[in-house]
Structure formats: C-alpha cells, structure tokens
C-alpha cells in the first residue's frame, strides 16, 4: 500500500491492518516505531476526532504531527496542489488531507514522494471505515454480521460498503430516494462482495432495510457544503431517524453506531446515543488506533 486514498487500497492488507489496530489498543506506545518521524495535516474542513486521533496517535508512536490550515499554506493563496505536494513532501514523512475534493487528495498523492493519508473527503472517509470495522469486531466477535447505514449515503457510507464487503459482511444502505451512495462505488463493492460471500444493497424502504441488522449505523443528514439544503434535506430524511422506535424491528442485541459530530434530535435521539446498545464512544476511541495502524504500515519502511 503506498496511500491510502480509498477503502479499495487496502484490499489486499485489511485483516492485517485490524489486526495491528487491536495490537495498538492493546499496547498504544509498542516501542516508538515512528520515532522521528513527522505527518503533515492538511485540514481544509474543520474537525475534531480527525486532529485529535492522529496528532496523538503519532505522539504516541514517537513521530510528530504538523497542524496545517489551508490559510497556513500557500494554497489558501493560489498556489496548485501539484506545487505544494512537490515542495511539503521533501519536509515531512508522511501528509493526511481533510479535503472539500477527492480529487484533490488524489492529485496531491500523485505529486507527492511520501505517503498520502484521506482524513475525509467529499467522496470517502477511509480511516472512518476500518475504524468501524474494528468496532463491530470488538463487539461481535465475527465480520459475518448484517450493517444497516441508515441516512444519506454519503462518504463514510461509500467508504463502509467498500470495507464491508472486503471483510465479507452485509450491508444495507438505506438512504431516501435521490441520497443514496456512489453508483460507482456500490458497484465496485458488489464486485467485493462477490468474493467474500456478502450481500450488498440499497433500499429506501426502511423496514425491510434495518430487518434482520445486528449494527445500526446513522450520519448528520447535513454534511459540512450542505448547509444550503438543510431545511430540504430536513424533510427528506424526517422517516430516517434513528431512534428507540427503530430499535425495536433490529436484533435485540444489535449495536448503534454514529461516526460524529451528531446532531441530536435529529438523526438521532439523545435516548439511542445513552442507550446501553451505543457503541459510539468506543467507536470514537478507536479512530485513534486504527489510524496508528496505517501509519505503521505506511511509515515504518521509509
């Protein structure tokens, strides 16, 4: 793996990524195998989990990471994306982007001498779905679980139908009509799943799409760009929320899942984030420990 831009760059190396996470939990320092070592964070769009998680997480490796705003580069003033990857990358050993653009973290990868990490883009969030992973696993015990993403079918949903159907798990999409994922994407996973034996779908019926679900899965309907849309989007997902009623047509040992920030009351209930099936909190620890295993497998060789 040179980068991780998408789920689908780990195809060939996803267990043994999960596996290093559970290893880092267990142990969180292991030896300062980064030690020296130095990650550039690029942050176009604001976050919380993403700064924190890898800032620490290399901290805790050894290595250190770089807070770079856009306004603190010479991209906030017109510089191109090939110049700055060109020029940052003889600095450091390794750059997350938290981007507007995919395409803007792939052209920056392609310009770039060292490692490219995805922190989120309009497209997919990688480092959210192995992280989501690791979290089902945790409290499952097996990847041959039914996911049910109930919402907008944005980029931690495209991310999560890519990595689900890598490990071999179902997965249900159920997003209103007009939100559901990247045809592309979902196409790419059915190929996935093919090999792994999973099943793969989008609904926008949400009784038939939660039946069955041992994780329930929701996101913000209202996506940092999207601000514009709220009130419409609002109205559009109102039979979407994730809420104690739902509870009751999933497996009565099914866990709640919700990548953050979350707006409560809205897709989901402050009643279901208390809820003793929440595993939201461990969910959110373990950003911290999956991204320590990518930035094993991508910096300790340089």
């Not at 982007?97 to 920056?108: G, L, M, Q, T, W």
């Not at 929320?241 to 209930?269: F, S, W, Y």
Request: glycine share 6%; charged share 25%; proline share 3%.
């Amino acid at each position: 793996m040179k980068h991780l831009l998408s789920v689908t760059d780990v195809k060939e190396n996803i267990f043994e990524i999960l596996e290093q996470a559970e290893k880092f939990k267990k142990d969180p320092i292991m030896g300062e195998p980064l030690k020296s070592k130095t990650l550039a964070m690029i942050f176009q769009k604001a976050s919380t989990r993403t700064r924190v998680s890898f800032e620490v997480a290399m901290f805790h490796l050894g290595g250190s990471g770089l807070y770079l705003s856009t306004e603190d580069l010479q991209l906030g003033r017109g510089e191109i994306i090939e110049d700055t990857a060109r020029a940052m990358t003889r600095y450091v050993d390794g750059v997350m982007i938290r981007a507007k653009e995919h395409d803007d973290v792939v052209k920056f990868a392609e310009y770039s001498n060292v490692p490219v990490i995805n922190g989120l883009t309009n497209v997919e969030h990688p480092c959210q779905a192995l992280t989501d992973l690791l979290t089902i696993y945790e409290n499952k015990g097996t990847y041959k679980v039914k996911l049910a993403f109930v919402g907008d079918g944005n980029n931690v949903c495209n991310s999560l139908l890519l990595a689900a159907a890598l490990v071999g798990m179902d997965m249900t999409a159920v997003c209103p009509q007009g939100y559901e994922p990247d045809q592309e994407i979902f196409k790419q996973a059915q190929k996935y799943a093919e090999k792994s034996g999973s099943k793969i779908e989008i609904t926008s019926n949400v009784s038939e799409g939660i039946k069955g679900a041992d994780v329930v899965y929701t996101d913000v309907w209202v996506s940092m760009g999207d601000e514009e849309e709220a009130s419409k989007r609002e109205e559009d997902f109102k039979d979407y929320q994730v809420n104690m009623e739902l509870l009751k047509h999933v497996k009565p040992d099914a866990i709640v899942m919700h990548c953050l920030p979350a707006i409560r009351g809205q897709e989901i209930t402050d009643e279901v984030i208390n809820c003793p099936q929440s595993v939201i909190w461990d969910q959110a620890e373990n950003r911290m420990h999956t991204q320590k295993a990518v930035l094993y497998e991508l910096l300790t060789d340089l």
